[in-house]
């Protein structure tokens, strides 16, 4: 039987991200699957991670076991993550690793539920974009660059509206509100500079929509519910950055 990591939203996060990359490659490689693979491990890795840093503090947890399955579980995740990326160049890989490894820091000290958490854990995920891409063309620039940032934007602007909804946060409803709009002007001028289709506009003319018709909603929503929701309608917006961005 088959596990499965608990961070159910941030695993169809990262198969988004992994496939949107992979797709925008337009060429079929293993590293791409080694990569989801390695993400895999590392997303079952957190949990022990989040045992051994409450066995810091308690002996209600063993502190041992608890690294042990850790490192059962990074490793392979590394050797794959290695291989995938093995023609990155040294900064882009660093780059990329970079917010992953620091999210787990903050797993670890049991602080990863705060606001910077969440925004440094899109990042991270959104990485596998530009990961998948590169991994499965051998190229790391201006392509990779650009497809991190299609997505990091697109799904910070979703954990936002998902905030303003859950807690039914002002702050984060104006947030949502002003960003949403200055991204999808950023897309188009992408258009206009010839680094994306004019399909990619329409991605984030989508959340900015719901940002000001749907997103004003002054009632608080089921947390659960709200992020399968969010979840299910950026499959067409992740489909459209492919798309123009191929």
Do not use: N
């Not at 088959?2 to 060429?27: D, F, N, Y």
């Not at 854990?121 to 620039?141: D, E, N, V």
């Amino acid at each position: 039987m088959i596990r499965l990591p608990r961070e159910h939203g941030a695993t169809a996060i990262a198969l988004a991200c992994s496939v949107c990359g992979w797709a925008v490659s337009k060429r079929w490689a293993w590293e791409p699957a080694a990569l989801m693979g390695a993400t895999w491990f590392f997303f079952l890795a957190a949990q022990p991670l989040r045992l051994w840093g409450k066995a810091r503090s308690t002996d209600a947890v063993p502190l041992m076991p608890t690294l042990v399955g850790f490192g059962l579980l990074a490793i392979p995740g590394c050797v794959l993550g290695v291989a995938a990326m093995r023609h990155a160049e040294p900064l882009w890989l660093g780059a990329i690793a970079a917010p992953g490894v620091v999210y787990g820091v903050l797993i670890a000290t049991g602080r990863e539920r705060a606001v910077v958490a969440r925004l440094l854990g899109i990042a991270a995920l959104s990485a596998l974009g530009p990961a998948a891409f590169g991994s499965a063309t051998g190229r790391f620039g201006l392509e990779a660059a650009v497809l991190w940032g299609a997505l990091w934007s697109y799904f910070t602007l979703v954990g936002i509206l998902i905030m303003a909804r859950v807690r039914d946060s002002r702050r984060a409803r104006a947030a949502v509100r002003v960003a949403a709009p200055v991204v999808l002007g950023a897309s188009v001028l992408g258009v206009v500079y010839g680094l994306a289709h004019w399909l990619l506009p329409f991605a984030y003319a989508v959340v900015a929509f719901r940002a000001w018709v749907g997103g004003g909603t002054a009632q608080r929503v089921d947390p659960v519910r709200a992020g399968k929701t969010e979840l299910a309608l950026s499959l067409v917006p992740v489909i459209l950055i492919a798309a123009g961005l191929r």
